[in-house]
């Protein structure tokens, strides 16, 4: 399995209350980037999608990318979403988080270039807003 940026992936997204923890349901993420730390491990830095109204209302203006039902369809998937850019999670890439990641549904659907450099260019311009994101999810990287 190669991990691509531009990849919606199926995994554990961390939930808020509980952020170094596998969250207790599946969720399609969006794949930003791999990572290596200071210590040499790797990392998936991804992003979180959603069709709920309510947390789509809560991100913070100019901080999400939406992608229409159209869109969505294009790229195999079925129904419109938002990215969340500043709801990130920094995780292992290991079964514990992506439990099918070894399988080849794993990848869910690909963004095409433009959709992956409107997304990069969002990202870099909420880490010039807020240097510190305001919600970073997934286990202790110190």
Same mark, same amino acid.
């Given at each position: 399995?190669?991990?691509?940026? *531009?990849?919606?992936?199926?995994? %554990? %997204?961390?939930?808020?209350? !509980?952020?170094?923890?596998?969250?207790?349901?599946?969720?399609? +993420?969006?794949?930003?980037?791999?990572?290596?730390?200071?210590?040499?491990?790797?990392?998936?830095?991804?992003?979180?999608?959603?069709?709920?109204?309510?947390?789509?209302? +809560?991100?913070?203006? *100019?901080?999400?990318?939406?992608?229409?039902?159209?869109?969505?369809?294009?790229? *195999?998937?079925?129904?419109? %979403?938002?990215?969340?850019? !500043?709801?990130?999670?920094?995780?292992?890439?290991?079964?514990?988080?992506?439990?099918?990641?070894?399988?080849?549904? %794993?990848?869910?659907?690909?963004?095409?270039?433009?959709?992956?450099?409107?997304?990069?260019?969002?990202?870099?311009?909420?880490?010039?807003?807020?240097?510190?994101? +305001?919600?970073?999810?997934?286990?202790?990287?110190?």
């Amino acid at each position: 399995m190669t991990w691509q940026r *531009g990849s919606f992936i199926d995994c %554990f %997204f961390p939930f808020a209350e !509980h952020p170094a923890r596998p969250g207790p349901m599946r969720h399609i +993420a969006y794949l930003q980037t791999m990572v290596r730390l200071r210590r040499g491990e790797l990392r998936a830095l991804v992003m979180l999608t959603t069709t709920s109204p309510r947390m789509i209302q +809560a991100i913070p203006e *100019g901080l999400s990318v939406k992608i229409s039902r159209a869109n969505s369809v294009a790229m *195999g998937m079925k129904n419109a %979403f938002t990215i969340d850019v !500043h709801r990130l999670a920094l995780l292992p890439p290991a079964k514990e988080w992506f439990p099918d990641m070894e399988r080849p549904h %794993f990848i869910i659907a690909m963004a095409d270039e433009r959709l992956r450099d409107a997304i990069t260019k969002r990202y870099d311009a909420m880490r010039t807003m807020i240097p510190s994101p +305001a919600v970073r999810l997934g286990p202790s990287v110190t």
